[in-house]
C-alpha cells in the first residue's frame, strides 16, 4: 500500500529545495534592503478575522475547532494577518509600517500545475504610505525583487480597481446591473459584458466607453491616447508612473481591465506576468480601508509572489533562453 | 510567420475556422491537406479536439483559442478571457426525450427523480438544479441518443443543430438550455503581453 498525500499537496526534495531556497534568498535581501523586516504569524487564526476582511472569492477554505470549540481557519492569504498584527503590536507605534514575509497560505484550488492548496508566498506590506509614493515605492521593491530571483523578461500590469466601478457609477448604472457587468468583467467574459453594457440603454458613445476601457492595455502611450472621463480616471496611474525610475517604468504595462476578485482592493492593483508562463506569478495593490476594519485606519499598499510560480517562470525563461543559444 | 499561437478546434468547426483564418490572412493551406498533423509551426496553428482548446489556451500553451459556447460552459471555472462571439457554429443545448407522452415528466411524478444521459454533466447538473428537479446525471463519451432507446436514461442533455439525430433516434425537444456559437477564447498573460498582435486581429475580425 502506498499512503497517498491530499490533491494539490506535495512533498519537496532536495534538487528543488535548493533551488527555492536559494531564489528565496536574493529576494529577501532585496526586501531587507529596502528596510522591509521580515515577520511571521500563524498558520492559524481566527474565523473572525478573516471575515473582518471581506475576502469575497479567497475566504479561508480550511476551518476546524479548538479544545473550546472557536472556529479556527487556515490562513488564505498574509496581508490579513499582518493588518491585524499592525493594528495589535503596533497599536501605538508612528507609521510607516514595512514589512516582508515568506510564508505559506492555504486555499481551495483546482489541482493543476502551479496551483496548489498549500503555497509559499513572498510579500511586503507597506502601511501608512499613501499614494503615488507608496505604491510606486513598492512596485520598485517588486521589479528589484523580480530582478533578484533571475526573471528577465516579466512585466507588472498596473491597474485601478476603482476605475470601472466609477466609470459605471457616473452613468448612474442601477445596483443589480453594476454587480451583473463586474461579475462578466472578472470572468473576463467580454461577450457577456458587450451583451449586458448594449442592455442597459446608455448612450452608445458611453457604452463605446465601457467596452473599450477593459480592453486597453499598453504602454505608456495608451495613457496618453485617452479622452474624456477615462483620461480623468488614471490620473492615479499617471502619478504613480511619473515617479518610478526608468528600469522599473520599462516593465509597467497599464491595464485598465485589471480588476481583482479580492475584496479589499481599493486603489492601484497589479499582476505580474512572464511570457514564458501562462498564468501571473503574482498580485498586489492598495487596501486603504483594511486597516480601518482592524481599528487602525491607514493608507496601505503591498504585494505577494508565488514562489512555486516564480520558480516555474524562471526554470522557463531559461528553458527559452537554452533553446536561442 | 504570425507571432500568435491559435488553438483550432478539429470536428464540426474546422472548416468554419480554416475559413476565418483564411480571411484573416493566416495561410491555412497546409492544415487543410494534412489529416493527421497536429503542429503547423509556420502558420501559428495548432489543433486539437474542442474541449481541449480550453485547456490549451488556459495554460498559455496556445495564446488564443477557437471552441464553441458549449465547450466553455462545460468548463465554466477555467481561467479565460472570452473575446468574441464569432457567430458561426450555431447550435442549442437541449433536453431531448423519446416522442409522446414524456417519460422524463412521468419519471419525475412517479419516483421524484430523472435519469439523464449526457456529455456535459456539468450544464445538465445546473440546468436541473437551477429548474428545482432532482436529477441523476449519467455521463457518456458516445451517442447519447442511444441512452432513452435503451432504458439507461429518461432524457438525454446534448447539442444539436438542425435536430436531425434527434429525429432520426425518435427523440424530440422538451426544453431549450442554451445557445451556443463559435467564440474566440484568450489567455490572459498573451492578452496583456501580445496585445498588439491580438489588437491588429480582432481588429481584422470586426472588418470581415
Request: hydrophobic share 40%; glycine share 10%.
Amino acid at each position: 500500500m502506498v499512503d497517498r498525500i491530499p490533491s494539490g499537496t506535495r512533498d519537496f526534495l532536495p534538487d528543488e529545495m535548493r533551488e527555492l531556497r536559494a531564489m528565496t534568498d536574493r529576494v529577501r535581501t532585496v526586501f531587507e534592503r529596502a528596510g522591509y523586516g521580515e515577520v511571521y504569524t500563524p498558520a492559524l487564526e481566527y474565523e473572525g478575522t478573516f471575515d473582518r476582511a471581506d475576502m469575497n472569492a479567497s475566504r479561508p477554505a480550511y476551518r476546524m475547532f479548538d479544545e473550546q470549540g472557536n472556529v479556527l481557519v487556515l490562513r488564505s492569504d498574509m496581508t490579513v494577518p499582518i493588518a491585524r498584527l499592525v493594528a495589535t503590536r503596533y497599536r501605538d507605534a508612528e507609521p510607516p509600517f514595512r514589512f516582508c514575509y515568506f510564508a505559506h497560505a492555504y486555499r481551495g484550488v483546482r489541482p493543476q500545475r502551479g496551483q496548489s492548496r498549500e503555497f509559499l508566498q513572498a510579500g511586503v506590506e507597506l502601511i501608512g504610505a499613501g499614494s503615488p509614493e507608496g505604491t510606486a515605492e513598492v512596485l520598485s521593491v517588486l521589479c528589484a525583487a523580480l530582478d533578484a530571483a533571475g526573471l528577465e523578461t516579466y512585466r507588472v500590469g498596473l491597474g485601478d480597481a476603482s476605475l470601472y466601478p466609477t466609470l459605471l457609477d457616473g452613468l448612474q448604472v442601477d445596483p443589480a446591473r453594476r454587480d451583473h457587468i463586474l461579475t462578466e468583467l472578472v470572468d473576463g467574459d467580454f461577450v457577456g459584458l458587450e451583451r449586458e453594457v448594449k442592455s442597459l440603454g446608455v448612450d452608445p458613445a458611453d457604452a463605446d466607453l465601457l467596452l473599450r476601457a477593459p480592453q486597453t492595455r499598453g504602454g505608456p502611450k495608451v495613457l496618453e491616447d485617452l479622452e474624456g472621463p477615462l483620461h480623468t480616471a488614471v490620473t492615479g496611474m499617471r502619478a504613480v508612473h511619473a515617479l518610478l525610475a526608468p528600469n522599473v517604468a520599462e516593465r509597467i504595462i497599464f491595464d485598465l481591465g485589471l480588476i481583482r476578485s479580492l475584496g479589499y482592493y481599493t486603489g492601484a492593483i497589479f499582476q505580474v506576468y512572464d511570457p514564458a508562463y501562462g498564468v501571473p506569478i503574482g498580485i498586489g495593490g492598495r487596501y486603504d480601508e483594511l486597516l480601518g476594519r482592524f481599528g487602525r485606519p491607514l493608507p496601505a499598499v503591498g504585494f505577494a509572489l508565488n514562489v512555486e510560480r516564480l520558480h516555474i517562470a524562471l526554470t522557463s525563461e531559461e528553458q527559452g533562453r537554452g533553446r536561442l543559444t | 510567420m504570425t507571432p500568435l499561437r491559435i488553438a483550432v478546434p478539429r470536428g464540426a468547426l474546422f472548416d468554419e475556422t480554416l475559413d476565418l483564418l483564411d480571411r484573416l490572412g493566416l495561410d491555412t493551406r497546409e492544415v487543410r491537406d494534412n489529416d493527421r498533423k497536429l503542429l503547423f509551426e509556420d502558420a501559428g496553428i495548432i489543433t486539437m479536439r474542442p474541449s481541449d482548446v480550453p485547456t490549451y489556451v488556459e495554460a498559455g500553451a496556445a495564446d488564443l483559442g477557437i471552441t464553441g459556447k458549449d465547450v466553455l460552459m462545460e468548463q465554466f471555472e477555467r481561467e479565460l478571457y472570452e473575446l468574441v462571439d464569432l457567430d458561426y457554429g450555431h447550435c442549442t443545448m437541449v433536453l431531448a426525450t423519446v416522442a409522446g407522452e414524456d417519460p422524463a415528466a412521468e419519471a419525475l411524478r412517479r419516483l421524484g427523480v430523472v435519469r439523464i444521459a449526457t456529455k456535459y454533466p456539468r450544464i445538465a447538473t445546473r440546468h436541473f438544479l437551477e429548474t428545482g428537479r432532482q436529477a441523476e446525471i449519467v455521463e457518456v463519451k458516445g451517442s447519447v441518443e442511444l441512452a432513452p432507446l435503451t432504458g439507461l436514461a429518461e432524457g438525454i442533455v446534448d447539442l444539436t443543430a438542425s435536430g436531425t439525430t434527434l429525429r432520426e433516434n425518435g427523440l424530440v425537444v422538451r426544453e431549450e438550455i442554451a445557445r451556443s456559437t463559435a467564440r474566440l477564447i484568450a489567455n490572459p498573460v498573451a492578452h496583456k503581453l501580445k496585445a498588439p498582435a491580438i489588437d491588429a486581429l480582432l481588429e481584422r475580425i470586426d472588418a470581415v
